[in-house]
Each structure stands twice: as structure tokens, then as C-alpha cells.
């Protein structure tokens, strides 16, 4: 069974950096694609950022985009979000998540496998 286990979160100040990483725990990662996902108190679940299979590409959303940058390391089975000059408004659950997705990058749907989160809090 896959499982992905998050870590790096904290309690930060505006305009801080933190580095989320994603474990998982599988033969290999190679063919997934990765995507980091966040939920924030009173509000839907949103898209982050992803980057499929081969790396080639990488898709944010909006408000992150210039401040946060994911990338992935295969021989580990690790994925990455760096995220500099954060706001308030980044404070939620970021969630990793993984499947074979060839498409649609944004959608949460397409992801069959999903971490319990971890929390980034933003102070202002």
C-alpha cells in the first residue's frame, strides 16, 4: 500500500520560508505524478502546486505563484515545496498527494494517494 507522510510544517512570520517534504512509501515514484494541495479553515481544499511523472513541467496556482517552487527527488521517493515570502493567507493543512496523472494536474481528483497533511500556521 502507498503512504505518504509530510513533515515541515510550523508556526512561521510573514514573509519566512519553509520546506514542506513528502515521503512515500512505495517500490518507486517514477511514474507518479505529485502535486501538494492545502486546506484552510472554513474553506475548500485548493490546488498548490504539481509536477508530473518526468519532471518536465511543474503547475502552480496563482497566489503561490513566483513564491513557491516544487520539485522531486525519484531516488528518494521524495517531493519538495519551498515556500518563501509567506503570508498569512498560507496558513492551512498542505496536503501531499500522488497518482498516475498524465493531465489535469490541478484537479484533486485525479490523485489516488494522499497524505494526513501538516500544518502551516503564518503570523502576520
Known amino acids: 500500500q502507498v503512504q505518504l507522510v509530510e513533515s515541515g510544517g510550523g508556526l512561521v512570520q510573514a514573509g519566512d520560508s519553509l520546506r514542506l517534504s513528502c515521503v512515500v512509501s512505495?517500490?518507486?515514484?517514477?511514474?507518479?505524478?505529485m502535486g501538494w494541495f492545502r486546506h484552510a479553515p472554513g474553506k475548500e481544499r485548493k490546488f498548490v502546486a504539481a509536477i508530473p511523472w518526468s519532471g518536465s513541467n511543474t503547475y502552480y496556482a496563482a497566489p503561490v505563484k513566483g513564491r513557491f517552487t516544487i520539485s522531486r527527488d525519484n531516488a528518494k521517493n521524495e517531493v519538495y515545496l519551498q515556500m518563501t515570502s509567506l503570508k498569512p493567507e498560507d496558513t492551512a493543512v498542505y496536503y501531499c498527494?500522488?497518482?498516475?496523472?498524465?493531465?489535469?494536474?490541478?484537479?484533486?481528483?485525479?490523485?489516488?494517494?494522499w497524505g494526513q497533511g501538516t500544518q502551516v500556521t503564518v503570523s502576520s
Open positions: 512505495t517500490r518507486t515514484i517514477y511514474w507518479y505524478a
Open positions: 498527494a500522488a497518482g498516475e496523472v498524465f493531465s489535469e494536474f490541478t484537479e484533486a481528483e485525479r490523485y489516488t494517494y
